[in-house]
């Protein structure tokens, strides 16, 4: 509610009540309608809101004379108002737009004197009105507040919104609590440095530095960037909104730590094998790429290892499918331990591996190759208390290329590596044959 | 729509007087049966629901103009003017009481008498003035309306019922449950935290006030200050309990309305 006018019309009716010598000075905004809210008085009273349609206050054509009140219907909450009935009246019409009925009403408990100033209250009329329109429109504005205010909070997300003039700026609880400042309406300037610290907790904030700076002065600049907070990330969107015509911006502050972890989670599970955990076909596929790219333009020079676990059937068929399952996955690990930080293994499918690695020298290639066969055969793989004898047979192929078009390079590479895989086999397994 | 219509008003009875049957907080004109018959063999009988009150009784509430006894008050004058009634005896239960008070300090040409059951001027204790209630007590009360306004009537009922009589538990709990939570959350405010001492004392009709000797929502010394305080009143305090006996006693009003009313019924 604006306070102003609302005192306003109070003093309004205190001046008509003082000059006119009224027992009750009361403004009343009235609809077309006839419904009637109280909105001040003389002297001061809490009125509920009542309907003047039959009253006849508009039946009369009013001059500055004031009438017997027993002509009139007047509402139980008015009479009450007063100490005893009211014996006259004089109604002021002040129609305003929005309630073209509204006006003062004056009562008297006794008839007036004449006092020589109520011919003159018919002055105050258009003061009545327009302060009438000014609180309507204040009270409108409080509404639509209340409303956004409202709206702000029900949504999941921080929000600090800067008004177009550029002064002033408007958060919400969460945005409050992310900030460390009260919700609610700020001076621009003083939300400034809260920003900037918060950014400047983040464990990215340099890449945000980054991201940020070559924005500053583009007014019409929409980006959304992860701030990572602690154990929290943060999406923060931001782009323009006009507010009364102006450029003003808005930042939105949604916590995606969970929505993140459970994209990392579900991107993990399509992409490895969740027997042994390594990367499943595909994702060596989609990996190998990558390599493969890197390495033609590094000049470098690549190999594959195929590895294959010798007579594994036989382990199935004496041991169980269990103990077989567990022997892949101790296979894997083993290789995992030799391999280099950069090398790729997967597993092929069944009891075939895949290595591919980015090497310096031709020979590089046979000693990694080698290392894993060793890792694999040195000593019984372990199930309970079952020790199995576990070896394994690798084919190799090396590669150099500097076209970066890798196009059937992989497929290239895999099908000697496997023709020297079964080289390696038809040799008496638990060897290494590179092509 | 007229406001009669609007508040189901219903028009019986061949007797030349006029009386109005004005019900309290929580039931609807239903609340009359017992006695209807009695008013209707002696009066042209009008009753009506209060705003809020009643089958969709929301569509008829106002919270602008129901957020005071006042707004009923106009109420019940439209109706009397609608029907072009010059004048009636108007009976009204509970906060009706004050209801009428209100009407007959504004139109004291219409009203002939009053008779109260179970009225209040004032709920809330005001030093020596004991109206029953703290400020607490109420908000408690408003707390667990706003919570569950199921499990607050369950409470709420048999208390005010205040007699061992499961069929008027049941009717009153019916009809409580006929409002709209919110609108009878914000009567029960207008009603508890109403004060309408000034109107009591300046009442112009002549008033008979009827209550238990055992009224949860209306102690005896409410009716004793109302007795003292209006310009011309009777008290009668009967001798049974709660705050609805013209439902749960109404052998023992329908006596005190013979008592009161035999210069006006022939």
Redesign the interface.
């Known amino acids: 509610m604006n306070p102003s006018s609302n005192e306003a019309l109070y003093e309004l009716c205190g001046f008509a009540r003082v000059a006119c010598e009224a027992d009750l000075v009361m403004a009343l905004e009235v609809d077309e309608a006839g419904r009637a809210?109280p909105v001040a008085s003389s002297p001061p009273h809490a009125?509920?809101?009542?309907?003047l349609s039959?009253s006849g206050l508009f039946d009369s054509a009013w001059s500055a004379i004031p009438a017997a009140a027993s002509g009139f219907?007047?509402?139980?909450?008015v009479?009450?108002a007063l100490?005893?009935m009211p014996a006259s009246l004089l109604f002021v019409p002040a129609p305003a737009e929005h309630a073209p009925k509204s006006g003062l009403l004056l009562l008297w408990a006794h008839a007036p004197s004449p006092a020589p100033l109520i011919e003159h209250v018919r002055l105050l009329a258009s003061s009545v009105a327009s302060t009438l329109a000014a609180r309507r429109e204040a009270v409108r504005q409080v509404a639509m507040r209340d409303q956004f205010n409202d709206l702000l909070e029900s949504v999941p997300s921080g929000i600090v919104l800067f008004d177009g003039d550029g002064q002033s700026a408007m958060i919400n609880e969460r945005a409050a609590a992310l900030l460390a400042c009260r919700p609610g309406s700020h001076r621009a300037s003083e939300l400034a440095a809260p920003m900037r610290a918060l950014r400047e907790r983040c464990a990215n904030h340099a890449e945000l530095e980054a991201a940020y700076a070559a924005r500053v002065g583009n007014v019409h600049f929409a980006a959304a960037h992860h701030w990572v907070l602690g154990d929290k990330t943060y999406e923060v969107d931001t782009h323009p909104v006009s507010g009364d015509g102006q450029h003003g911006r808005i930042w939105l502050f949604t916590d995606v730590t969970a929505e993140l972890r459970i994209a990392a989670t579900l991107r993990g599970l399509a992409q490895s094998d969740p027997l042994t955990g390594l990367p499943n076909r595909r994702h060596f596929e989609e990996q190998s790429a990558q390599i493969l790219t890197a390495a033609a333009t590094a000049e470098r020079a690549v190999a594959l290892l195929m590895v294959d676990i010798d007579h594994f059937k036989q382990i199935n068929d004496t041991h169980g499918h269990p103990v077989g399952d567990a022997v892949l996955k101790a296979v894997a690990g083993r290789c995992n331990d030799v391999l280099r930080e950069g090398d790729l293994f997967a597993r092929f499918g069944g009891e075939e591996f895949i290595g591919l690695l980015t090497i310096t020298t031709e020979n590089e290639a046979a000693v990694i190759a080698e290392r894993l066969r060793n890792a694999i055969a040195s000593t019984p793989v372990l199930i309970g208390q079952i020790a199995i004898t576990v070896s394994a047979s690798v084919g190799g192929a090396t590669t150099k290329t500097t076209d970066p078009a890798i196009s059937g390079i992989l497929e290239s590479l895999i099908e000697s590596a496997d023709a020297a895989l079964y080289r390696a086999k038809q040799a008496g397994r638990n060897r290494v044959i590179m092509a | 729509m007229s406001c009669f219509a609007k508040l189901h008003g219903r028009r019986s009875g061949a007797g030349p007087t006029v009386a109005i049957l004005s019900h309290g907080f929580g039931t609807d004109q239903d609340a009359w049966s017992a006695l209807r018959p009695w008013f209707e063999d002696r009066f042209d009988l009008i009753s009506f629901d209060l705003a809020g009150c009643g089958p969709a009784g929301a569509d008829s509430y106002d919270f602008n103009r129901h957020g005071s006894m006042f707004g009923y008050a106009d109420d019940l004058i439209e109706i009397i003017d609608e029907l072009g009634v010059q004048s009636c005896v108007y009976i009204g239960h509970s906060m009706s009481s004050m209801i009428g008070a209100a009407a007959a300090c504004a139109r004291p040409e219409l009203f002939s008498r009053l008779v109260m059951i179970g009225a209040s001027p004032r709920y809330l204790n005001d030093d020596a003035y004991v109206g029953g209630f703290e400020q607490a007590g109420l908000d408690q009360l408003f707390a667990s309306m706003a919570a569950n306004f199921q499990a607050w009537v369950a409470g709420f009922a048999p208390v005010v019922v205040g007699v061992d009589d499961s069929q008027a538990v049941a009717d009153f709990s019916r009809t409580l449950f006929q409002m709209r939570p919110d609108v009878a959350l914000n009567t029960s405010r207008t009603i508890f935290g109403s004060d309408m001492r000034k109107t009591a004392r300046r009442v112009p009709t002549p008033v008979h006030l009827i209550q238990t000797a055992a009224d949860v929502a209306v102690p005896v010394e409410v009716g004793e200050w109302l007795a003292a305080a209006m310009p011309d009143a009777t008290l009668d305090v009967i001798d049974a309990s709660g705050h609805l006996p013209h439902i749960t006693a109404p052998d023992e009003v329908r006596r005190i309305l013979e008592h009161r009313l035999a210069g006006i019924v022939s």
């Not at chain 1, 009125?47 to 309907?51: G, I, M, P, T, V």
């Not at chain 1, 219907?73 to 909450?77: D, G, Y």
């Open positions: 809210s009125f509920s809101s009542f309907n039959r219907r007047l509402p139980t909450a009479i009450h100490p005893e």
